[in-house]
């Protein structure tokens, strides 16, 4: 039943070395069947070179396997968290990709200084806020789902399709897991030109309200025209 | 009529993310016949690896569509704003090329620092000013090639050969397709190796005038003697 | 009867290139066999592209040629010195890697500031002590693998497995060849990432110690539960 | 009877866009055969991909053409410079690699700040001086060799295998053109670490004197024990 999903996630899987995301095993990509309540996710710390269909590991929504061998990544509980949370996110995508993780690492937000970012959302990216001692001690990649949630309360996931998780590294979503993985290539690539942009100017930006919206807009508003229809 | 244009304009948008100057679909290159009233450019948010003859649409300088099924990039009113204020440009680069992106984006132009800018251009490449809300709300893609024409009422195309539209990436141009692109890999160099000298020295430049005028001369002057005559 | 022994280190040597670590002939990687008492070590200064099995070198503890008909790596000393004093490193892997040297040119630590470092190690990666002129004179690369054993007397080389050599280099190890040399790979993606961090915020860190003791435990204490059991 | 200096040519020009030291065609090798007093040299502004060993041109010292049916590199003038100088020099380098061209453009010598730049050689990178206007309009390309020449007046090109032309970039030199290559190649490398390295700390190094010697002279002191005899 859940061919096509495996399928998508491991493709998806596989792309993030390709575009130069992942180091070793870092990164994981899952993605959902809302029909059948079923997640296809990453099996832990497996090599991408080694990872056939048989790997991706099924899960409920509240984490028990439905089939595979294999011990899910560790970080299944914040992607779980995620989907329960927004029906609109058909996937996700944690990676440590190097640019994206120096902004966590210095606990900032990514600021919206250019058109490449308008492209991806209207808003800066944003950072959780710190975990408690508790939280972390309890169920810490639950409560990384949490924090990620409340990131998104005032905005969505549709408007702000990654946000980064403080000290730790980014994680984004969309519709499909080809979506998710395109929202992580261009945060990373995003987040580099920030940095290179705070070296030129400290105090660079934000960019003008106008353009932000007109490229926002053109790429994802109810009268884009970015693309073919 | 077109064959060889369309070809022209497949394989410089190819060669966009051979040269590294692309991520995803970002970027386009149009070229013009000007014999025939013609521009050809890349379809917009269309994939390089897919990307074939049959993509490239053909437009007339109004934006008209002549041929093709796609729907032209969005960046289309900016090409045929360069084209019709300037007989000597051939084809038309757009890329958000990361090192070139993060000047616009410090909205800052690139100083002349060094030999390596001096052999694309006598002059720092130059910023557009600020759209306003206007103008982004009326014809933001035409008013791109508006402000672009401004920055070059001065030096012109052949001198110019390239631009960095405020707050979004660079713009380069030339008498043909091949020779564009050319021109946007080296602005890209000239933009990292510039940001890498402002690190080690920020109030760094600008190279000494003889040399400068010696290396653009002994390249693009009536003497010139760099390559093959 | 090294043969396996040989394999490992030829393997773990053309890994270095494969990720980027070395330049030219740069660095070295061994491994011991505590049952035969035997080191295999990289031959002094021999491409890549060209190193077979035959050129792989073995030694003894003291650094006497078991087999062989190169010269060793002249790191051979400092290696050695490890094997001697930690009996729970395998291999060890030396290279100059280039965000990893950076620190140790600029005689800092690497300070603790993400999950991805927590990965590796729970604490901050150390820095040797100056050498003496005495020391550099009699036996420089003992000497190093002197000032390695001092850095590695508080935790030991399973909860440290890397330092920075100061004004030179850094060295890795690990239970095997494979093991080090995914330390080395870590190593140098977490000096890339905390470099950029500090150039967003000269003051970052240190990651709070619930969250750094929680990731270093998930991958490395008695009840890890990251990677497939 | 220079068939094989064309060939060491040919291949030490090949190997700089190999190492990523070159974009389009910048960047140049040459190597003289001193018994014949004939120089091979690329031609001026062709691309490498297309470069054969009919391209290759043969000099004599005073920039005569022996051989060849192509313009000679702009920058012939420069190696035949160092050439008649230096009896020890058997090829010259020439690219605009990027780090070590970003210290040109800043204007600063490259610091001597860890063992793997005490590896290539025991002294700071120098810069020539500033050309003047006389210099420049005379002869351009000659006056630069004269400036290279004047900055190994202390050391010769033997301690020091490189060197950076002020707003300009680096040449190379070494016995053969494999060598010179090579040290290009970790000129650059040195160049990178150094940026680096100077982001952690504004005020690092120099590196110990002690640890400095011993280095260089380990690789090229007259017992040196680096590599195989």
């Given at each position: 039943?859940?061919?096509?999903?495996?399928?998508?996630?491991?493709?998806?899987?596989?792309?993030?070395?390709?575009?130069?995301?992942?180091?070793?095993?870092?990164?994981?990509?899952?993605?959902?069947?809302?029909?059948?309540?079923?997640?296809?996710?990453?099996?832990?710390?497996?090599?991408?070179?080694e990872?056939?269909?048989?790997d991706?590991?099924?899960?409920?929504?509240?984490?028990?396997?439905?089939?595979?061998?294999?011990?899910?990544?560790?970080?299944?509980?914040?992607?779980?968290?995620?989907?329960?949370?927004?029906?609109?996110i058909?996937?996700?995508?944690?990676?440590?990709?190097?640019?994206?993780?120096?902004?966590?690492?210095?606990?900032?937000?990514?600021?919206?200084?250019?058109?490449?970012?308008?492209?991806?959302?209207?808003?800066?990216?944003?950072?959780?806020?710190?975990?408690?001692?508790?939280?972390?001690?309890?169920?810490?990649?639950?409560?990384?789902?949490?924090?990620?949630?409340?990131?998104?309360?005032?905005?969505?996931?549709?408007?702000?399709?990654?946000?980064?998780?403080?000290?730790?590294?980014?994680?984004?979503?969309?519709a499909?897991?080809?979506?998710?993985?395109?929202?992580?290539?261009?945060?990373?690539?995003?987040?580099?030109?920030?940095?290179?942009?705070?070296?030129?100017?400290?105090?660079?930006g934000?960019?003008?309200?106008?353009?932000?919206?007109?490229?926002?807009?053109?790429?994802?508003?109810?009268?884009?025209?970015?693309?073919?229809?």
């Amino acid at each position: 039943m859940s061919e096509s999903l495996v399928t998508q996630v491991l493709d998806a899987n596989r792309a993030l070395p390709a575009h130069g995301l992942v180091t070793l095993t870092w990164g994981n990509v899952s993605a959902i069947d809302r029909d059948q309540g079923v997640v296809a996710i990453k099996p832990s710390g497996v090599d991408y070179d080694e990872l056939s269909a048989e790997d991706i590991v099924l899960l409920d929504l509240e984490g028990d396997v439905v089939e595979g061998e294999r011990r899910p990544s560790t970080d299944a509980p914040t992607h779980l968290a995620l989907y329960r949370a927004f029906e609109e996110i058909g996937a996700v995508v944690h990676t440590h990709s190097t640019w994206a993780t120096a902004w966590a690492q210095a606990e900032r937000e990514i600021p919206l200084l250019g058109t490449t970012h308008a492209d991806l959302s209207a808003h800066a990216i944003p950072l959780t806020r710190q975990l408690t001692d508790e939280e972390i001690d309890e169920d810490y990649e639950g409560a990384t789902g949490t924090v990620l949630i409340e990131t998104l309360a005032e905005h969505g996931p549709a408007e702000l399709p990654c946000a980064l998780v403080r000290g730790h590294a980014p994680f984004c979503w969309g519709a499909t897991a080809d979506k998710a993985v395109q929202n992580a290539v261009t945060l990373e690539e995003v987040a580099r030109i920030a940095l290179l942009t705070t070296v030129l100017d400290a105090d660079a930006g934000p960019l003008a309200a106008a353009v932000r919206e007109k490229h926002f807009q053109r790429k994802h508003g109810p009268n884009a025209y970015y693309g073919q229809s």
